[in-house]
């Protein structure tokens, strides 16, 4: 009872109470499963795009596609400030881009899919890490090529640390542990080849089975204590909505671009494709042997795992008994929120999508298919501007905004934001029929970004536009009062 009260007053710097494993009687022992992968951190300067074999199942072998021969792909290990320098050497049989995802880079560097490596060719990445402390990743992004690269095992986690993060108290260590989630179609064969079929290409891959960190039926063992969950979703199509066989609660500590002012008790909740979310689970209560499984709940009426909503497991705990970390900062790190008033523009995104295909594409941002050599907005230099995202249609889309972290005001279809909106957020899921308002600014680079659904097979069909930031003018200083103009 203690431990719980710890837990819903949002953390506190002492947990003494182990609760007897009687509490825990309805997770149950576990004896299969493989255990959780945890990818290497990179060493040294360069990261190979190339095809493996590797052993995704044990005893057998499945072609990959990698970045740097794993999947996922090493580790990146930063600190703010830092100079991140990285040689990426293509040698697939086909063009790759890497694009870090969530940081702000300057347009070159972005993985932009006008500057892709072609086969043999390499291309050196290099910036200075701007953002907070955070959970980000990495993942290619040619043209309409980036579903497929993705979904055959390119991706790797990317994580900043910085000062302010290091003086928390929060779980470090192997007590800090990245899940990089993607579910996968292996119902007829443990292969990672990519073939949408036309429901795939109009709903997004929607898989079977779900790994994390390349590992399926992952299992991790757990000391009696606190962990920091990074959960990362970096499936192409899967919206999860995760939340534990016991229904035990969590503390939410961060989204996408770094760490809330506080953490926030809840225990479930929705993340969609590219969107991250960090969270401090307890796992003092399990006695040795005993497990509990993170699984992914059903929503909607789905019914077949093709569909979207359908129920997943994702992975399970077990316990060893041992003695673990048992606090964590109750303030984390405040931000500042952008006011709606300080916002000098209203801009309008909307989103199409049709069952039936228009021109050959089912999904188009207001109105267009992307053309990666037009622009298709203007926006000003360190100009805030308040975006209203509509989504036109029923299905849901993930929508991933390059270049900045923004921030979510509000949506049409609920009274209070979850979690996994407050703070800064580069990825916000749009729902059917909802409207989403997000307050952005673009700081410090100028030149072209990429807004589009993360769902990898929408990008693919075109559900991207290019925007420019441009030096501000004369012009722009002058309008003092928020103006509507149409993205078109
Ligand atoms: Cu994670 Cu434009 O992508
Ligand atoms: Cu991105
Ligand atoms: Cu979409």
Not at 230 to 245: D, K, M, Y
Not at 331 to 357: M, Y
Request: proline share 5%; with cysteine.
């Amino acid at each position: 009872m203690k431990r719980r009260a710890f837990i819903r007053n949002g953390g506190l710097a002492i947990a003494t109470a182990i609760a007897s494993p009687l509490l825990s009687s309805r997770s149950h022992a576990r004896s299969v499963g493989n255990p959780l992968r945890i990818p290497a951190t990179l060493a040294g300067s360069s990261l190979e795009a190339k095809t493996v074999a590797a052993e995704v199942w044990p005893g057998s072998t499945t072609d990959l596609m990698t970045l740097g021969g794993t999947w996922p792909g090493p580790t990146i290990r930063v600190r703010r400030g830092d100079q991140f320098e990285v040689d990426v050497v293509n040698r697939l049989d086909e063009s790759t881009t890497v694009h870090w995802h969530g940081l702000v880079v300057p347009p070159d560097m972005d993985g932009h899919p006008m500057d892709v490596i072609a086969p043999n060719a390499s291309r050196r990445y290099s910036f200075e890490v701007l953002n907070r402390a955070g959970t980000y990743w990495y993942h290619p992004h040619p043209h309409e090529r980036t579903a497929a690269q993705t979904y055959q095992g390119m991706a790797g986690i990317f994580i900043v640390e910085d000062d302010d993060e290091q003086n928390l108290d929060l779980p470090r260590g192997a007590y800090d542990v990245p899940l990089l989630i993607q579910d996968r179609i292996v119902r007829g064969g443990r292969t990672l080849v990519y073939d949408p079929d036309s429901i795939a290409r109009l709903n997004g891959t929607l898989g079977d089975t779900v790994f994390v960190n390349g590992t399926p039926d992952a299992y991790l063992n757990v000391d009696r204590g606190l962990y920091r969950l990074r959960l990362i979703n970096a499936s192409n199509a899967r919206i999860l909505r995760l939340a534990f066989n016991d229904g035990r609660s969590f503390n939410v500590i961060g989204c996408d671009g770094g760490l809330l002012d506080r953490s926030h008790v809840v225990n479930e909740t929705y993340l969609a494709p590219a969107e991250r979310i960090e969270i401090v689970v307890d796992f003092a209560a399990l006695a040795i042997g005993q497990s509990v499984e993170l699984r992914s709940l059903a929503f909607g009426s789905a019914t077949t795992y093709a569909q979207q909503g359908f129920e997943l497991a994702v992975m399970s705990f077990v316990g060893t008994g041992g003695a673990g970390h048992s606090s964590i900062s109750q303030t984390l790190i405040p931000h500042e929120p952008f006011r709606i008033d300080d916002a000098r523009k209203t801009q309008s995104i909307t989103l199409d999508t049709s069952p039936i295909p228009l021109g050959g594409h089912h999904h188009k941002i207001n109105g267009v298919v992307f053309d990666m050599h037009r622009i298709d907005a203007r926006i000003p230099l360190d100009e805030l501007q308040l975006w209203e995202i509509t989504n036109q249609h029923t299905m849901s889309h993930p929508i991933h905004i390059h270049g900045t972290q923004f921030q979510v005001v509000d949506r049409t279809t609920v009274a209070q934001l979850a979690p996994v909106d407050m703070g800064w957020k580069d990825t916000v899921l749009v729902a059917g029929k909802e409207t989403v308002r997000v307050l952005i600014r673009f700081s410090p680079f100028v030149g072209t970004y990429l807004l589009h659904c993360h769902n990898l097979e929408h990008e693919d069909d075109g559900m991207m536009i290019n925007f420019s930031v441009d030096q501000r003018t004369a012009v722009d200083d002058a309008q003092a009062i928020p103006t509507k103009l149409d993205l078109r």
